[in-house]
């Protein structure tokens, strides 16, 4: 099987311009998760989508947001771009197995805003 | 309040040398206890979880509910070890999963 599957690879945006990030989650996972790493925050959770409804959310402004399609794929929207947005934003699917859950993270897409 | 602390952001040993990544987590109800590794230009994967009490690489986790620790060991530390470390916690399914700050681990040859 393919794995999760994040474009673009690389973002650069202007303060106060708006991007959206796709992630392709591998086939049969109907749970994507999206979180922001940077090298101080470490992983913080953005949302959580599963058959197209947030499951769960965490603590970011509401220019932030999310959506899941009916194939699973997702996209994360953010909205009036600011400098502390420049990230490493990872999305990961999420499957539960017999030996327990598993998170399968993509690549990511790195944001640079300037 | 879920919460996972790693209290070192950097960690140092020499080749051979005995390991230990702490983790402490705060939860209330029985969560399920995880380490993710992310090695230089590789993706964040999953290395062990407390529930298959398994030995990935030489690692082990033990999940200690009275102290609510997890803390990462391993005997005899590689240089491939190197890496950063994230501890992870879930309250099962439907419910999110918290992460540590992470720990950067360097095997001194």
């Known amino acids: 099987k393919a794995g999760v599957t994040q474009t673009p690879r690389y973002l650069i945006k202007t303060r106060g311009q708006q991007v959206t990030l796709s992630c392709s989650p591998i086939?049969?996972?109907?749970?994507v998760s999206w979180y922001q790493q940077t090298p101080g925050q470490g992983l913080q959770f953005l949302f959580e989508?599963?058959?197209?409804?947030?499951?769960n959310k965490g603590n970011f402004p509401g220019r932030f947001s999310g959506r899941q399609f009916s194939n699973s794929r997702s996209e994360m929207n953010v909205s009036t771009l600011e400098l502390g947005d420049s990230a490493l934003y990872l999305c990961?699917?999420?499957?539960?197995?017999?030996?327990?859950?598993?998170?399968?993270f993509g690549s990511g897409t790195q944001l640079s805003v300037l | 309040a879920q919460r996972v602390t790693q209290p070192e952001k950097l960690l140092s040993v020499f080749k051979g040398a005995p390991v230990e990544l702490k983790c402490n987590y705060s939860?209330?109800?029985?969560?399920?206890l995880f380490w993710y590794v992310q090695y230089s230009r590789q993706r964040l994967q999953l290395l062990l979880r407390?529930?298959s009490r398994e030995s990935i690489k030489g690692f082990t986790a033990d999940l200690n509910k009275g102290e609510t620790s997890f803390h990462l060991k391993k005997p005899f530390a590689q240089e491939e070890d190197s890496a950063m470390y994230y501890c992870?916690?879930?309250?099962?399914?439907?419910?999110?999963?918290?992460f540590g700050t992470g720990t950067s681990l360097t095997v001194i040859p």
């Open positions: 407390h529930i």
């Open positions: 992870a916690l879930s309250g099962g399914t439907g419910n999110q999963f918290y």
């Open positions: 939860y209330s109800g029985s969560p399920e």
């Open positions: 990961a699917s999420r499957y539960r197995g017999a030996r327990g859950e598993k998170l399968f």
């Open positions: 086939s049969g996972h109907r749970s």
């Open positions: 989508y599963f058959s197209e409804t947030q499951r």
